[in-house]
């Protein structure tokens, strides 16, 4: 009897002792990475394009009217008339010298073309006059043709355009006069006065497409391109710094009345989420390259659910199951009251979850006990998917103290896993609509001096969860079209 009455004060004693104990059970690592974007390539399709009335007006100055002039004394006009009397050839005249003036003058010059060709057109009329032919007639002749020229444009290393102008052209009506019998033809002699207007053509247009100072302009807008772009605000901050790495030449585009240069500037496209990055250091201005067959803006967008906003849901969903009332094996129904509720990422791509509560059984009001208890959860998703759920939901650090068991078999009832479990899942589809649509709104049109980025996303797809000490973090990689657009 007396053994009986020591074993009951012992076991109320330790009871008594129970009441209120904290449970003290050491939280998991902390990990404080942020998430790690690769590093991707983005290839721009820039064009600049100047007016071909402006290049057409210049040229109409630069190139002379009258082509070319002739005032010359020929000895021989006209060869010796000679008659075959069938004995011997009698020359009945001899050879006619004459005077020739005369002068080929150009029409109206229209530029155009289409493609890469660029064309110079112009109407030609010749009128030469033999005078005093054989000292006695004069005549006029006159001629007429369309001269089209076919200009192959490029650029040289530093960026300056040269031009290569291939002429064709046929006379309508060649320029001759017809005496005594004989055609005197002058169409070889203008032939050879328009050879030097192709020249001309050829140094002229390039100086005149030089005016549109690609070089200058280019090497304005080189430096500027190495920069950050914010794609998000908030929620996260989230950046995209650009490093232009080449431009390549695409060749010249006529369209209409435009002639466009088309260049590809290739780019190296990093995230970085919070602070604004530091902008990389500019390079200078290199030499063209081949374009490339990749084009398109490549990068990606972090959408985050800070883990703040885990926390209630976690909570409520606790206590929810708490007002369902709980019953644990060998203790009976427990009376349970859950508090805070704390999440942040820990090793191995885990969560940490830390849940304070306080728990007494019904069976023995003095067995009751009070702390927080560490758990450990993984979260995942499908690629495409914007749905988070949560699996392998565990105690993070057991006891052996009998007290402490009563919230470790607590938090071991598969019903409360899963309400932890219901509350760290998260659908990501709200804040994944906003965030991109602030991105678009970030690169869709942005100016850069007189340059004007123009993008549009046309391809957006997720990738798996990355838990990060900023929060759990949804890469969504964005691909589009995007060109640079010279806009003075």
Not at 192 to 209: D, M
Not at 381 to 400: C, E, H, M, P, W
Not at 459 to 486: D, H, S
Request: with cysteine; aromatic share 6%; net charge positive.
């Amino acid at each position: 009897m007396e053994s009986r009455s020591i074993v009951v004060l012992a076991t109320a004693s330790l009871l008594v002792n129970a009441c209120g104990h904290k449970v003290r059970v050491p939280p998991p690592l902390r990990v404080e990475s942020a998430p790690d974007f690769p590093i991707e390539t983005s290839s721009i399709v820039v064009p600049i394009s100047g007016s071909l009335d402006d290049v057409q007006r210049a040229l109409e100055a630069k190139t002379p009217r009258r082509l070319w002039r002739i005032d010359k004394r020929l000895d021989k006009c006209v060869g010796a008339q000679r008659v075959d009397l069938r004995i011997a050839r009698v020359k009945l005249l001899p050879d006619l010298g004459c005077r020739v003036v005369g002068a080929v003058t150009r029409g109206r010059l229209v530029l155009g073309g289409s493609g890469d060709r660029l064309t110079i057109t112009f109407p030609v009329h010749a009128a030469i006059t033999a005078e005093k032919v054989g000292g006695i007639v004069s005549k006029t002749a006159t001629g007429d043709a369309v001269v089209r020229a076919v200009a192959r444009l490029s650029i040289t290393g530093d960026w300056k355009p040269t031009a290569t102008v291939r002429i064709a052209y046929d006379w309508t009506t060649a320029p001759g006069i017809d005496f005594l019998g004989q055609r005197i033809e002058f169409a070889t002699k203008a032939d050879a006065r328009l050879t030097p207007v192709i020249a001309s053509l050829e140094q002229s247009l390039p100086r005149e497409l030089n005016k549109l100072d690609l070089h200058g302009k280019l090497a304005s807008a080189w430096p500027k391109g190495f920069t950050s772009i914010m794609l998000n605000r908030d929620k996260p901050p989230a950046w995209m710094r650009v490093t232009p790495k080449r431009l390549g030449f695409g060749g010249y585009h006529v369209s209409g009345r435009r002639l466009t240069l088309l260049l590809s500037a290739d780019a190296l496209t990093e995230t970085f989420v919070g602070d604004r990055p530091s902008d990389p250091v500019a390079t200078p201005l290199p030499p063209p390259a081949p374009t490339t067959d990749k084009r398109g803006i490549n990068f990606f967008v972090p959408v985050l659910a800070d883990y703040a906003q885990l926390e209630p849901v976690v909570k409520r969903a606790l206590v929810r199951r708490a007002k369902r009332g709980i019953s644990l094996p060998g203790i009976g129904p427990v009376e349970v009251e859950f508090g805070d509720v704390t999440v942040y990422a820990t090793t191995g791509g885990h969560l940490a979850v830390g849940v304070k509560a306080k728990a007494h059984a019904r069976t023995a009001p003095l067995l009751s006990t009070k702390g927080q208890v560490w758990l450990t959860a993984v979260p995942y998703n499908v690629k495409g998917s914007q749905l988070v759920r949560v699996r392998d939901v565990g105690i993070a650090t057991d006891t052996d103290s009998g007290v402490t068991n009563l919230l470790i078999a607590l938090f071991k009832d598969g019903s409360i896993r899963d309400s932890i479990a219901r509350g760290l899942s998260h659908d990501f589809a709200p804040d994944y609509a906003k965030v991109l649509r602030a991105a678009q709104k970030a690169i869709g049109a942005r100016r850069e001096g007189d340059f004007v980025l123009s993008a549009d996303v046309t391809k957006v797809e997720n990738g798996t969860l990355a838990v990060t000490g900023k929060g759990l973090f949804m890469p969504v990689r964005a691909t589009g079209q995007a060109t640079i657009t010279y806009a003075p």
